[in-house]
């Protein structure tokens, strides 16, 4: 295992500027977040154009992606310009090294069987170019339910999951056992959050989250990949971002 840093955790900034931070705080391995409706690098943009986008990182500092976060936004999967840029998006994922594509599963409440249909074309596409499609496990999503994560990664051959506790502490089901997903781990996004409303993110030490826990789990069923250090770059932050990224860091490096 190691630790890498997403670029969400430096969304508002640049993504030379993003990177710059990145490697100050002596990160050497990032995520790359690629979201439609972000100031970094774009879905539509990636997946039509990959060599351009790849022009622009190699503008940074020498940093190794360790993982690749799609977010295209509300799209219709079925029109082929999204899957065609999906086949833009793995080629662009090779060329970085990356193995493992981060997606966000459909909203909750989505139909768990169209889901499975729209998972098993993708996780196929990404099988054939050697890479893993891992999902989310957004609260927001039907993967907030452990029990339909579960389900999906049984369903479609070659899912794995991206665990982020934070979701399942702050989803509708608390008492849910997650414990069964930990083998289904591709990729982690870590935060501290607390147990009340409002507390999706707290600073380091004072939340519910236990690191030392998830890490046991992971190395259990031999984990070898990244813990994400996904602070996420809110206005509404109450602690200074970068000092609280730093602290997580040297905290899960003191894990390894």
Request: net charge negative; with cysteine.
């Amino acid at each position: 295992m190691f630790v890498a840093c997403s670029t969400l955790c430096f969304a508002r900034e640049p993504l030379d500027v993003a990177l710059r931070q990145i490697a100050e705080l002596e990160f050497d391995k990032f995520e790359l977040a690629v979201v439609e409706d972000g100031q970094h690098l774009r879905p539509s943009e990636v997946g039509d154009d990959p060599e351009a986008a790849l022009l622009r990182l190699r503008r940074g500092p020498a940093l190794i992606p360790s993982s690749l976060y799609l977010d295209f936004g509300p799209v219709d999967w079925s029109d082929p310009i999204h899957r065609k840029r999906f086949d833009g998006h793995c080629r662009f994922a090779k060329i970085l090294n990356v193995a493992v594509i981060t997606m966000t599963a459909a909203p909750a409440g989505s139909s768990v069987d169209q889901e499975i249909e729209r998972l098993r074309v993708l996780s196929s596409t990404a099988m054939r170019e050697g890479l893993v499609l891992a999902m989310l496990t957004h609260r927001d999503s039907i993967l907030g339910d452990p029990g339909v994560a579960l389900h999906l990664c049984k369903a479609v051959p070659g899912l794995g999951l991206t665990l982020d506790p934070s979701h399942y502490l702050h989803g509708s089901h608390k008492e849910a056992d997650v414990d069964l997903l930990y083998p289904y781990a591709q990729n982690v996004h870590l935060r501290d959050t607390g147990k009340h409303p409002g507390e999706f993110q707290v600073r380091i030490g004072q939340g519910q989250i236990e690191y030392a826990r998830v890490v046991n789990q992971l190395q259990r069923y031999g984990y070898n990949r990244a813990l994400t250090v996904a602070i996420l770059d809110r206005l509404e932050n109450p602690f200074d971002r970068e000092v609280e990224v730093r602290k997580l860091k040297l905290l899960l490096e003191t894990l390894l």
